[in-house]
């Protein structure tokens, strides 16, 4: 099969962890061992998200005093798609001897008037305390939202309209690598309507929905979304929660599952299973060859109902 994975943006930096270049690289393993049991009888294709450190860069460029003002989000996502990337090239590397693999820096046009701008829901860095998180929103203009028994950084999150290196990740899988690309969402851009010219947005396109596009020009057979919960739960943080292992797209959208969480990428499965009719499933990192073949996580398949 063609899979396309979809990394969830802590599977090199776990929530709570110190957000160090050492701590990301010894997460790697982890990584690189569910990829390549999957690459080794599939195509793959892989995204990731890039909220811890995205949020990291931000807040090192606003407080860096040699700087006029703090490096936009477009760039900082570009800068995290070479670091990600890189990290994985040389586990995927050691770990799939023989194999062709590339990280691509990737574009994602989105629509200047998309309402996202206007009301930011993307989480991005840290978790803090109420107060700290207050402070830093003074200082530097953020908006700040609650996030589990934290609080985070949220930024504007358009949809994802088109990635604009489709082809050439094409090319790529024509030459039998396995592809890195569209981290972070894809670096925002908006194009000028006369002249076709780019320019970067202060935005974070969300990753999920950006592999849900991914997935259906690659023509895939299967989006993987991978996260740090073994499945998509109905009533997740109550004690009433049950897990939901087998949904079609109605199905989950009728789960009201929130913006900040499991809402895109509940939203990204039902897209790509009822535009192409292939198959979606959300799930634990560590369980990514038992989700592809039936034995964990939630199973997004078309409604086969007739009539």
């Known amino acids: 099969?063609?899979?396309?994975?979809?990394?969830?943006?802590?599977?090199?930096?776990?929530?709570?962890?110190?957000?160090?270049?050492?701590?990301?690289?010894?997460?790697?393993?982890?990584?690189?061992?569910?990829?390549?049991?999957?690459?080794?009888?599939?195509?793959?294709?892989?995204?990731?998200?890039?909220?811890?450190?995205i949020g990291l860069l931000a807040e090192e460029s606003a407080a860096?005093?040699?700087?006029?003002?703090?490096?936009?989000?477009?760039?900082?996502?570009?800068q995290t798609q070479g670091m990600i990337g890189s990290l994985l090239v040389r586990a995927l590397h050691d770990a799939l001897p023989g194999h062709r693999i590339a990280a691509l820096v990737t574009h994602t046009l989105v629509r200047a008037d998309d309402p996202a701008f206007g009301r930011p829901t993307k989480f991005v860095g840290q978790v803090y305390s109420r107060k700290i998180a207050e402070s830093l929103a003074r200082r530097h203009g953020w908006h700040i939202a609650k996030d589990g028994r934290g609080w985070r950084r949220v930024v504007p999150s358009p949809s994802p309209e088109r990635i604009l290196e489709?082809?050439?990740?094409?090319?790529?899988?024509?030459?039998?690598?396995?592809?890195?690309?569209?981290?972070?969402?894809?670096?925002?851009?908006?194009?000028?309507?006369?002249?076709?010219?780019?320019?970067?947005?202060?935005?974070?396109?969300?990753?999920?929905?950006?592999?849900?596009?991914?997935?259906?020009?690659?023509?895939?057979d299967?989006?993987?979304?991978?996260?740090?919960?073994?499945?998509?739960?109905?009533?997740?943080?109550?004690?009433?929660?049950?897990?939901?292992?087998?949904?079609?797209?109605?199905?989950?959208?009728?789960?009201?599952?929130?913006?900040?969480?499991?809402?895109?990428?509940?939203?990204a499965a039902a897209r790509f299973v009822e535009r192409t009719g292939g198959l979606a499933a959300i799930g634990a990192l560590d369980a990514a060859y038992e989700i592809v073949h039936?034995?964990?996580?939630?199973?997004?398949?078309p409604d086969l109902t007739v009539g």
């Not at 943006?9 to 690189?32: C, K, Y």
């Not at 109550?238 to 499991?262: I, K």
């Open 222 to 267: 299967f989006l993987l979304i991978l996260t740090d919960v073994p499945c998509v739960y109905a009533g997740y943080g109550t004690h009433d929660a049950q897990p939901v292992l087998d949904a079609t797209p109605d199905d989950l959208r009728r789960g009201g599952y929130p913006d900040g969480s499991m809402g895109p990428k509940a939203e």
């Open 64 to 78: 860096d005093p040699a700087l006029r003002a703090p490096y936009p989000l477009d760039l900082l996502g570009a």
């Open 1 to 53: 099969m063609r899979i396309v994975i979809a990394l969830g943006g802590n599977a090199l930096l776990h929530r709570g962890e110190r957000p160090d270049a050492d701590v990301q690289e010894a997460n790697i393993d982890r990584v690189t061992t569910a990829i390549a049991a999957l690459a080794l009888e599939h195509e793959i294709v892989v995204t990731h998200g890039n909220g811890p450190q």
């Open 294 to 301: 039936g034995r964990s996580g939630t199973l997004v398949r």
């Open 166 to 220: 489709i082809e050439t990740i094409h090319e790529l899988l024509g030459s039998r690598a396995l592809v890195l690309c569209a981290g972070g969402g894809g670096v925002p851009v908006t194009a000028d309507n006369d002249t076709g010219a780019l320019t970067g947005v202060e935005a974070v396109v969300d990753k999920d929905l950006t592999a849900a596009l991914l997935a259906e020009d690659l023509k895939a």
